[in-house]
Every structure is written in structure tokens, then in C-alpha cells.
């Protein structure tokens, strides 16, 4: 079964810094990532999605970028962070046998 | 343009009562259904889901129905436990589409002993 390692649990940043933020996946290959992101009182958003390395989709515009670098390592990533991307970030593997995810555990951002 | 609405945010019922957890969507492209749950500061863990061409699926004590008339879905939890207090997301995705899913904002789920 798939396992997502993702970290830190926690981050606080300020503004105007820059962020990285890396996901991890275990027992599969040649996933669909997802990096998605949940701020204060609503739901799930789609940041990005990559179909394989180097493949990245854009969701929606943004201050932020995805890369990745190898099959199965998706990292999230900013050269300045703004307030307004504070929330929960969270990484997520698809197989592509169904439309299930596989979620990681995280990262709360708060930027101060 | 949100596709996925969960209009209640909260819900209260309960233990051994019926929760039942409603969906809506808007585009009629969507061909499977998800439900998730997710507690705090945890990732969401898939629950249970149906394909557009079922009108119902049942696993032990979750069952999700399907209306696709009515572009409705709702998860039904029977008989609810104080441990199925959590925030539960509906989902969607069409095919074609590398997987995306659509979420809605989730309802909490609050199970009272």
C-alpha cells in the first residue's frame, strides 16, 4: 500500500521568506501527485498535479511553484511568501487504478 | 464556481442515531463519487465511493446513495459512534481528467455519547 512521508508538521514563516515543502511517496510507481491546500473555513483546493517527473499542471494562479524532481518526491515551493498562503498543505497519491487518494498527514503553514 | 457544495457545515446527532451527510454537484461530467474523513491536523482518509453507473454502495456501517437527476449525493452512517466525530469531505472526479478530484468544504460531524 502507498505511504506519503510529508514535513515538516509545522511551519511558521514570515512574510517575504521563502518556502519548501516536500512530499515523499512509498509502495508505488509512477504515482499522480497532488499538492492541495485547505485554508481557514474551506475546503480542499488543487494547487498542483504531475503526472510524472518534471510534469507539472497548475491549478490555479498563484504565488507558489511544484516541482518534480524525481518519481516519487513532489516538493512545494515559494521565493516569497504572502499572508495569504497560510493554511494546511497537503500531499496526496493517486495510482491511477481508481480515484482514490492517498493522503499525507500535512503541514500547517502560518505566516506571519 | 464551487461544483462540489456541502450547504451544512455542522451536524450533531446522537450515538446510535442515523447521521446523514448531504452533496451536491453541479457538473454533470462527474462520473465518481468520494467520501473522506478527516480529523484535525491529520490528512483525510478515504471513506467510501460509488461510480455514476451505481445508485447506491454499502460498507458495514456507511452506505452512500446516488441521484444523479438530481446532481445529490449523501453518505448515511448507521448506527453513528462518538468515533465518527470528524469533518467529512465530498468528493468528485470525471474521467479523464488525470484523477482531479473536486472537493467540497465538509461538514463536521459531531457524534454526542
Known amino acids: 500500500s502507498q505511504t506519503i512521508h510529508q514535513w515538516p508538521a509545522t511551519l511558521v514563516q514570515p512574510v517575504g521568506s521563502p518556502l519548501s515543502l516536500e512530499c515523499t511517496v512509498e509502495?508505488?510507481?509512477?504515482?499522480?501527485l497532488y499538492w492541495y491546500r485547505q485554508a481557514a473555513g474551506r475546503g480542499l483546493q488543487l494547487l498542483f498535479y504531475s503526472v510524472g517527473i518534471g510534469q507539472i499542471s497548475s491549478e490555479v494562479p498563484q504565488n507558489l511553484s511544484a516541482s518534480r524532481p524525481q518519481d516519487r518526491q513532489f516538493i512545494l515551493s515559494s521565493k516569497k511568501l504572502l499572508l495569504s498562503d497560510s493554511g494546511f498543505y497537503l500531499c496526496a497519491c493517486g495510482s491511477g487504478i481508481n480515484y482514490g487518494y492517498t493522503f499525507g498527514s500535512g503541514t500547517r503553514l502560518t505566516v506571519v | 464556481d464551487q461544483q462540489v457544495k456541502q450547504n451544512s457545515p455542522s451536524l450533531s446527532v446522537q450515538e446510535g442515531r442515523i447521521s446523514i451527510l448531504n452533496c451536491d454537484y453541479t457538473n454533470s461530467m462527474f462520473d465518481y463519487f468520494l467520501w473522506y474523513k478527516k480529523y484535525p491536523a491529520e490528512g483525510p482518509t478515504f471513506l467510501i465511493s460509488i461510480s455514476s453507473i451505481k445508485d447506491k454502495n454499502e460498507d458495514g456501517r456507511f452506505t452512500v446513495f446516488l441521484n444523479k437527476s438530481a446532481k445529490h449525493l449523501s453518505l448515511h452512517i448507521v448506527p453513528s459512534q462518538p468515533g465518527d466525530s470528524a469533518v467529512y469531505f465530498c468528493?468528485?472526479?470525471?474521467?479523464?481528467?488525470?484523477?482531479?478530484?473536486?472537493f467540497g468544504k465538509g461538514t463536521l460531524l459531531t457524534v454526542n455519547p
Open positions: 468528493a468528485a472526479s470525471r474521467g479523464g481528467s488525470n484523477y482531479k478530484l473536486t
Open positions: 509502495g508505488t510507481s509512477n504515482p499522480n
